[in-house]
């Protein structure tokens, strides 16, 4: 357990490194990627997951990264064993990716003016702020994310091609699928560790000239998440994956 603890440490790090990183990227002043666009941020969090899962791997995880998925594979093996071990984890990760993409940029942050392209580099936020609306948004992504990842592993797509060692590209292609279908709502967390993570990062380091850390949205990229992550669970269950 301690091993899988580790693997999914080291993989939520790298996920937040590089998936923060690109937003940091390309919101931030005197970037070279700055303005990139929204191809870029998806592309690079697509990466990021694929980069992330396999980090995991390596170190002994299950490359889940997400508290979102641990509760979805719990619910659908019947095993809570891991959720206690792993989402702690999982948290802890994305703080210390959080915090690195903070020293990584750090000169940029004096120059950009704007507190809330700041926060961005950390945390989500919706594009209209509506909280139903919005963890709605969160609870539909996170169940194709779930859901899919489902069907990725499953016994049927196994038997019938390589599925299970691209694995990591899937999941990451994925991921790349949901941000450029769905992320425009709520800038698609679908996984409570990568936002709350950074946004308590957000709210303890040195940011010049930052405000708040929005706490009266964050509740929806967690509750949604954990909800779509549920249902997928009990749907992949049900189906027999």
Not at 197 to 210: C, M, Q, V
Not at 221 to 240: C, E, K, S
Request: one cysteine or more; charged letters at 10%; aromatic letters at 10%.
């Amino acid at each position: 357990m301690q091993t899988g603890v580790f693997g999914e440490f080291m993989g939520t790090m790298v996920l937040i490194l590089m998936g923060n990183g690109v937003v940091a990227n390309v919101v931030l002043k005197k970037s070279k990627a700055e303005g990139a666009g929204w191809m870029v941020i998806a592309t690079g969090w697509a990466l990021a997951v694929m980069a992330g899962v396999f980090t995991s791997i390596a170190c002994g995880g299950e490359g889940h990264l997400n508290p979102a998925v641990t509760l979805g594979a719990a619910v659908t093996s019947g095993n809570f064993g891991k959720v206690a071990w792993y989402i702690p984890a999982q948290l802890a990760g994305a703080i210390a990716g959080a915090c690195l993409v903070w020293l990584h940029y750090l000169p940029h942050w004096r120059e950009t003016p704007e507190a809330d392209l700041k926060l961005a580099c950390f945390c989500t936020a919706p594009a209209i702020r509506k909280p139903w609306a919005n963890l709605l948004s969160e609870i539909i992504g996170t169940f194709v994310l779930v859901l899919v990842a489902g069907a990725i592993f499953s016994k049927a797509v196994a038997a019938a091609g390589p599925a299970a060692g691209l694995g990591p590209y899937l999941v990451g292609s994925l991921v790349w699928g949901i941000g450029l279908s769905l992320g425009g709502t709520t800038g698609y967390a679908i996984n409570p560790a990568r936002d709350l993570g950074p946004r308590i990062a957000h709210a303890f380091l040195p940011i010049p000239k930052k405000q708040g850390s929005d706490w009266g949205y964050a509740a929806v990229p967690i509750v949604g998440p954990l909800l779509g992550g549920t249902l997928a669970g009990l749907f992949v269950r049900l189906a027999h994956f």
